[in-house]
């Protein structure tokens, strides 16, 4: 006889945790089972520990302005622990014309900028005239019609700080659903902008947030208690009267209702029978390359910069991890984190780490003053690849919406849907959980505007 549960949730990475999370935090002796093909839980979320340095192989942080993560820490007691690196007096760079200048935080310093050129700062003013777009666009195409081409190298840097991604192929309304929705509206971003402005809250800047033990430290905290069966990937999932059976490699599950908690290409195929819009997305793969300096290297402070494609340098970025998290490097030395490869660059990661080692100091060297080569090296090369949300993928969201709608005690969240921050992570887990516990409507929120978006 097949095993059965109330809950079966697939992935235990942090969508799947966080939906158990929630799960739980409501009705504590619900029968839920996780079904997790890996050996370790937390999935893209993995840190990095020797010699007294703290890096991360995947996320470094994520803003505290989310009602869904702020729910998550208070209730598991890590809001009592986590470490917060403010946006307010962390600056963040830019790499512009071969020097790091600083990025624009709020949109007023926009105006005073040395990014834009006179015209360029009177060009973003345009957006207050152009008609909206309906049509799907990439944001490449979307922000020069609105703000004029200037603006471009700071959507790459943005695109490139979140996506790892090509401006030029991702999909504006997949990426910016809610600043969209504001366009289309008011008639323009500004205007809407300046309508929403008044409300409580308006212009605080939120803070980024990790753990002293790295993020993995979330993953960890939320594994406690949990049910979970790992070495047990999922091969097939089918519905047998109103009940769904989940097939692993050596057995069968039967549960009424089932999470599939999943990077987006892993879900559809497992659901390739229902025919998606898309049999897959593009996914950009970063590496990490962390590097140790003793206290004579002088990164100006702040929580890093990014590298806009037309600087042509070899990293796409890199984090001051001391800066943002003091006490992930030993006493006297200090870390940086260079990104390399995403959408644009697949071919760096094929590099070897000693070459990867060399390219990005040397990279860097050119930027901040490093007087000493780096004491301390490694390359962490995740498994994951960041999802892109490229022209075309809207349908495909329309697609998993009337999916659930049409098959009873499917629910579908996990890397790449509704977002792919941290954030979207939990919001879509406690929608995932609250759609469960009181069999509401599964539709979808009304896209959010943030203050912040990388
Ligand atoms: C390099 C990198 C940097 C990032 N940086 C940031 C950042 O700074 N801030 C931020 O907010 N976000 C960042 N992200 C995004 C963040 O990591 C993701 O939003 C989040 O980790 C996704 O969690 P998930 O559980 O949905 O997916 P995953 O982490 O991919 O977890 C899915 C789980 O499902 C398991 N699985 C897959 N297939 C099966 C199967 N068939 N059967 C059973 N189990 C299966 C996997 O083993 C995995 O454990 C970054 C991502 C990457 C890759």
Redesign the pocket.
Known sequence: MPETHEIII????????SAAHFLHTSVPDLDILI????TR?????RSFQEQGYLA???????LDNNEASRALLSQTGLDRIAQKAPLGSFVRYVCHEGRLVQLPQKPTALLTTPLLSPLGKLRLLGDLFQKPRIEEQNVGQWAAYRFGPEILPLVDAAITGTF?GDYERLSIDAVMPGVRGLEKEAGSVLKGLLKKKKGAGAGMLPAMTSFPLGMEQLITTLTNGANILYH????AITRENETWEIQ?ESKTYRATTVIL???IN?TLE?LAGHTPPLAAIPTA??A?VALGFTDKAQIPFGFGYLAPERENRFAMGALFSTHMFPGRAPQGSVLMEGLVGGRRHPERLELSDEELISRIYDDLSKLIPLPEPPCFTRVLR?N???PQLEMGYPALLNWKDSLEQRLNGLHI???GWEG??????MKAAKMVADTILHRVGGKRQTPEVRPVYF
């Open positions: 697939v992935g235990a990475g942090l969508s799947g945790l079904l997790e093909q890996d839980p937390g999935g893209a979320v991360e192989w995947g996320p470094h942080g994520f790892a047990n990937p999922v091969r692993t908690a999943l990077p892993r497992l793969r970063i990490t995740g994951s690849g960041i969240c996990g890397f792919i921050g941290m954030n979207d992570m």
